[in-house]
């Protein structure tokens, strides 16, 4: 299959990683970029914020889209382009979420899950459904416990180098808190948190002041 990756070049790097031995893997920066190759492709994984994406910019496409969806709710997005012919799922398109051996992916209806189950056969990835919601399932968790580990700093309890090592040590996670928050990106993880905080209004998505300073909002 020829797959379109839109986004930085850690997100083309993560779906070649992941589909580059069996697959074509082509790169646009951005969506005025992404045009060129648009017709060429089976398949997009468009990482780039779903927000920011140009109405209709899938209007005369037909085919499979991944749409990054992690800030925003998949429906709220594509509702008006389900008449193009496009098939709309959503995923996290941040970085270290996408290199994955199970890709998380929420659904517009419940009868598209036989066409993910093709797609991704064809991808030989694994996947599971999740809800559409805001953050979807890894990311806000992610998040969150990087939240919470700038405001043990905030608080003196502990060092960024002692959280980050104890969090691979006891969860064997792939990266600390902090290690994980840098690769993401402190604005991307701000972004996430704030949506998910506006749309859930739980405080355990309420930013750190110490977090919010180093993103640069």
């Not at 020829?2 to 580059?20: A, D, R």
């Not at 994984?45 to 925003?72: H, K, M, Q, S």
């Amino acid at each position: 299959m020829k797959i379109l990756v839109i986004g930085h070049e850690s997100s083309y790097e993560e779906c070649t990683q992941k589909f580059g031995a069996h697959h074509q893997v082509m790169h646009a920066r951005d969506h005025t970029y992404g045009g060129n190759n648009l017709t060429q492709a089976d398949v997009v994984f468009d990482c780039i914020n779903a927000t920011t994406r140009p109405v209709n910019f899938y209007a005369n496409w037909r085919g499979i889209v991944f749409l990054n969806t992690t800030e925003i709710t998949l429906s709220s997005q594509v509702l008006g382009d389900i008449s193009s012919g496009t098939q709309f799922f959503g995923f996290c398109g941040l970085s270290t979420f996408l290199n994955r051996d199970v890709l998380e992916v929420c659904l517009l209806r419940e009868e598209d899950l036989q066409d993910l189950t093709e797609v991704c056969a064809k991808l030989e990835t694994r996947f599971v459904p999740v809800a559409d919601q805001v953050g979807l399932v890894t990311p806000r968790i992610v998040c969150m416990i990087i939240n919470e580990a700038y405001y043990t700093v905030e608080e003196g309890t502990a060092t960024r180098a002692d959280i980050d090592q104890a969090m691979k040590l006891g969860t064997n996670y792939p990266y600390g808190p902090f290690e994980w928050g840098q690769r993401i990106g402190l604005k991307n993880v701000y972004r996430v948190l704030e949506a998910v905080y506006q749309a859930t209004r739980d405080e355990r998505y309420r930013i750190c002041p110490l977090l919010k300073r180093e993103s640069g909002y």
